[in-house]
């Protein structure tokens, strides 16, 4: 018996408008979890470097954050990073260990240190990051201090060893808020010098 297939069968199969009903509904799925009150050029830097690190907003890999009417921060995970490095081939494993403080009530000079090793190189990459830079002495930080810093300094190390530019984790925010400020007030400055002159 011929194999046909009948113009009804053939409409449930593939529907041109039901396909780009379905993207459009997924589009605005991720933009309404992941990139909450974002503009549209705000969330299509998103897709772009979800695209560029083939990262899964919905995993919570990568997300953006809108703070006020400043620019949205672009997040990814400390599991987003290592996603990105397993993916590459080159993974070959990472450490991470601590150096506990002379005084164990003080945490603000505990140290992590992570090291990164890739198959195509002879040298491993070794971030080490100190609590006093990145505790922000709220939410995860009081009651996971290690965890926290430990994240800190494999998204580091994992940006680092692979290359991964334009994003951080979210555990270094008040870094990025204070780079994104000096970037500011460096910026106005030069307006202003070149205004003046």
């Given amino acids: 018996m011929e194999n046909t297939v009948t113009k009804k069968e053939t409409n449930n199969i593939i529907d041109p408008n039901m396909i780009e009903s379905d993207w459009k509904k997924k589009l605005e799925l991720v933009k309404s979890l992941v990139a909450k009150n974002c ?3 705000e969330f299509g830097l998103l897709v772009h470097l979800a695209n560029q690190y083939t990262l899964d907003p919905l995993k919570r890999e990568i997300w953006a954050v809108k703070y006020g009417v400043s620019p949205a921060q672009i997040f990814v995970s400390r599991d987003g990073f290592l996603s990105i490095a397993h993916k590459t081939g080159q993974f070959d494993g990472m450490e991470t260990t601590f150096k506990e403080p002379s005084d164990p009530k003080n945490l603000d000079d505990l140290t ?5 090793y890739r198959k195509d190189m002879t ?9 006093k830079e990145y505790d922000s002495k709220m939410s995860v ?12 300094a494999e998204s580091q190390a994992l940006r680092r060893a692979f290359n991964v530019a334009g994003v951080y984790s979210p ?7 204070d780079e994104q400020s000096k ?15």
């Fill in 39 to 41: 503009s549209n050029e």
């Fill in 171 to 177: 555990e270094e925010f008040d870094q990025v808020k």
């Fill in 112 to 116: 992590a240190t992570c090291v990164v």
């Fill in 141 to 152: 930080w009081k009651s996971k201090p290690r965890t926290m810093l430990q994240k800190v």
């Fill in 183 to 197: 970037t500011e007030t460096t910026s106005n400055k030069v307006i202003d010098v070149a205004t003046k002159e």
């Fill in 123 to 131: 040298h491993p990459i070794s971030v080490t990051v100190k609590m």
